[in-house]
């Protein structure tokens, strides 16, 4: 399996932290993981609150866990609400379902590691991770869905 390396994770970092700057965000902290949701690099701007580290921490983590943005994560929580309390219990309450987590991938598809943004909106945070994915060239769950596949694996309804 391959990992997202620490020169990658401080790109994608550097984008986000750039990109918020320019579109006049509240204060960002991002995270950037390897697969098994190991901290692979990590980011807090002056004026963060205090336990942003976790809440990008839970974002990565719900992404990896479910193979799918956290922010889909939080639709199946409104949805499905039984059922992700048992997910998010069976994880010792690490799952944060809130916009901002997203799965990291190759030019293969193969999963490499994952990010949480958190600071702002959920949807800019979501924005901002998927705009520092894609400035390190790398991609997102959205860029192998009009393929239909990722990572060899046909995609279903996630």
Do not use: H, W
Not at 58 to 86: C, H, N, Q, T, W
């Amino acid at each position: 399996m391959s990992a997202i390396t620490l020169e990658q994770a401080n790109r994608i970092i550097a984008a986000v932290l750039q990109r918020a700057a320019e579109v006049q965000c509240r204060p960002i902290s991002v995270l950037v993981v390897e697969p098994g949701c190991k901290v692979k690099a990590f980011q807090k701007e002056d004026g963060s609150s205090m336990i942003r580290f976790e809440m990008a921490f839970g974002k990565a983590y719900a992404a990896l866990a479910l193979g799918r943005s956290s922010k889909l994560v939080k639709i199946r929580a409104d949805e499905r609400p039984l059922f992700m309390r048992y997910v998010i219990t069976a994880t010792d309450d690490q799952i944060f379902p809130e916009g901002g987590g997203l799965q990291i991938r190759n030019d293969a598809g193969d999963v490499i590691g994952a990010i949480g943004v958190t600071g702002d909106t959920e949807d800019k945070d979501e924005e901002l991770a998927a705009f520092g994915i894609r400035a390190a060239g790398l991609k997102t769950d959205d860029d192998f869905k009009d393929t239909g596949r990722r990572s060899g694996v046909r995609l279903t309804n996630i």
